[in-house]
């Protein structure tokens, strides 16, 4: 059973950092595209940024590109979402993702992230 652990939320002020984390396990990591979405409150779940088995492809929320970076490290089988100068609208609890062909969507339990002065 696929299981997705999110970690590395928190409050921080408009133009701060963080980097979240999401581990994986029962999963063949290195050959499945991983994605990070978020949902705001009162908002509809979106997609932020998605990539690759082997890391070579990404693509991004366009009001995201250029703040945010995904990564992963296939050794660790652990997907990362860095973002930086962050506004008040990244405001959201962000989810991992992956979808496979036996088991269909699974999600991480979220981890929240606040943008607040």
């Known amino acids: 059973q696929v299981q997705l652990v999110e970690s590395g939320g928190g409050l921080v002020q408009p133009g701060g950092s963080l980097r979240l984390s999401c581990a994986a396990s029962?999963?063949?990591?290195?050959?499945?595209?991983m994605d990070w979405y978020r949902q705001a409150p009162g908002k509809r779940r979106e997609l932020v940024a998605t990539?690759?088995?082997?890391?070579?492809?990404?693509n991004y929320l366009d009001s995201v590109k250029g703040r945010f970076t995904i990564s992963r490290d296939n050794t660790k089988n652990t997907v990362y979402l860095q973002m930086n100068n962050l506004k008040q609208e990244d405001t959201a609890v962000y989810y991992c993702?992956?979808?496979?062909?036996?088991?269909?969507?699974?999600w991480g339990q979220g981890t929240q992230v606040t943008v607040s002065s």
């Open positions: 029962g999963i063949f990591f290195n050959i499945y595209a």
């Open positions: 990539i690759t088995g082997t890391g070579s492809n990404t």
């Open positions: 993702h992956t979808w496979r062909t036996s088991d269909g969507d699974t």
